[in-house]
């Protein structure tokens, strides 16, 4: 099965809100993820990165979480914008020399005005 | 730079026709990856090559060859295309010793 997965296949927010995207995950020997950003018709474009080793990582307007305990990652955008309709894929790099992202299945998030 | 580049945008092709799908990076990365892309899925890697040279198989390999031609260019190849590898293809870069790899804008293939 999947190893990395997302809890809600669509997003709803008002425009000026905060956006919490959830992302589980199963691997233990993950050290590294990523959240990437993908518009229609587009490839994914990199949105903010987070080391096994950190809890909490910010950009602008961006905000990533990991929680290992739980196995559980979260990209927080502030005062979503109509730009930031997109779908969101977290991706997680295994340990052990392993080469490659292994992505979830994505959140489509959409901006009500 | 223009990043990373796909060629072509577009291909339908019938069952059991041949194709190449090029990618090429300007940003003298050493990996490159090929992914695919179906409805309502995350990426699944194909195949990646850490360094020119060299390739691996990564997690849905069956039906597909792969060429790392130098250090910018890395192709994949359907040998006899089928249905079910109606999909869009990504190439995807990184640079050795950072992990963020940059993605292509895609392939989008339909094989009837």
């Known amino acids: 099965g999947e190893s990395v997965g997302l809890h809600l296949p669509t997003l709803s927010v008002q425009e000026g809100d905060n956006s919490i995207i959830n992302c589980a995950y199963s691997?233990?020997?993950?050290?590294?993820f990523i959240w990437y950003k993908q518009e229609s018709g587009k490839g994914p474009q990199f949105i903010i990165d987070i080391r096994s080793n950190m809890d909490k990582r910010q950009g602008q307007r961006v905000t990533v979480l990991l929680n290992k305990t739980v196995k559980h990652l979260s990209l927080q955008i502030a005062a979503t914008q109509p730009g930031d309709s997109a779908v969101y894929f977290c991706a997680e790099r295994s340990g052990g020399g392993a080469d490659g992202l292994t992505f979830g299945k994505g959140t489509h998030l959409i901006i009500q005005p | 730079n223009a990043g990373v580049t796909q060629t072509p945008k577009f291909q339908v092709l019938k069952t059991g026709q041949s194709m190449t799908l090029q990618c090429a990076q300007d940003m003298n990365h050493n990996s490159m990856y090929w992914y695919r892309q179906d409805p309502g899925m995350g990426l699944r890697l194909i195949y990646y090559?850490?360094?020119?040279?060299?390739?691996d198989k990564g997690e849905v390999p069956n039906g597909y060859n792969v060429s790392r031609l130098n250090k910018r260019e890395f192709s994949l190849r359907l040998e006899s295309a089928a249905p079910s590898q109606t999909s869009v293809y990504f190439c995807?870069?990184?640079?050795?010793?950072?992990?963020?790899?940059?993605f292509g804008p895609g392939t989008r293939l339909l094989v009837l």
């Open positions: 691997n233990s020997a993950s050290d590294y």
């Open positions: 090559s850490a360094s020119e040279g060299t390739t």
């Open positions: 995807a870069s990184r640079f050795a010793g950072l992990e963020t790899q940059y």
